[in-house]
Each structure stands twice: as C-alpha cells, then as structure tokens.
C-alpha cells in the first residue's frame, strides 16, 4: 500500500518526520523540479573557499585542544572550525599592519 506524504507545518515538523521515516514509501508521491535558482554571490564565493581547503597536520599542546574545545562548545561550533577563524583572523591581522 502506497502511503501520503504528509503535508508539514514547518521544517522542525520535516526533520522530526524524516528521523523516522524512509524516502522509498514516500517517493512516488514526490514531484519532479525542474526549477533553476541562482545561489547568491556571497554564498557562491563562501563554497569556492570552503572547497579550496587542504587538510594538514599540526601538533597542538593538550591543553590548547582542550580550552579550544571549551570555548567552541560555549559558542556551539566545532573546535576545528573555532581554531581556523583564529588562524585566519591572525594572518589577516598580520598582513594588515604597515610593515615596521
């Protein structure tokens, strides 16, 4: 027996449904799109920088992982992502003093 897609209120209503439910009893009531949509120039420049990144291998003191994964839990983020904007906001504040 073929089962309805049912219809959600919200995206929190989607998610919770989807958690427990499979998309092979629900794929014949989907609809094709055929739809074009343009991402815009700021999200399309953030994916570009996103895929440029090189995984690399740096040694780290345990309690400098340890303090960077605090910090990060406070802020709701990974420590990975946390110690890059670091990195990153450290080389941008490097090159952007005057030379001495």
Not at 13 to 42: C, N, R
Not at 85 to 98: C, H, N
Request: glycine share 2%; net charge positive; aromatic share 8%.
């Amino acid at each position: 027996m073929k089962k309805k897609l049912p219809h959600f209120k919200n995206s929190e209503e989607a998610a919770t449904f989807w958690d427990t439910h499979g998309l092979k009893d629900y794929i014949h009531d989907l609809k094709p799109v055929d739809d074009m949509f343009v991402l815009s120039p700021v999200l399309a420049q953030r994916i570009r920088e996103r895929a440029k990144k090189r995984l690399i291998s740096i040694r780290l003191a345990q309690w400098e992982i340890e303090k960077s994964k605090e910090i990060a839990k406070k802020r709701k983020i990974p420590y990975q992502t946390l110690m890059r904007e670091w990195i990153d906001q450290g080389l941008r504040a490097t090159f952007a003093k005057p030379p001495a």
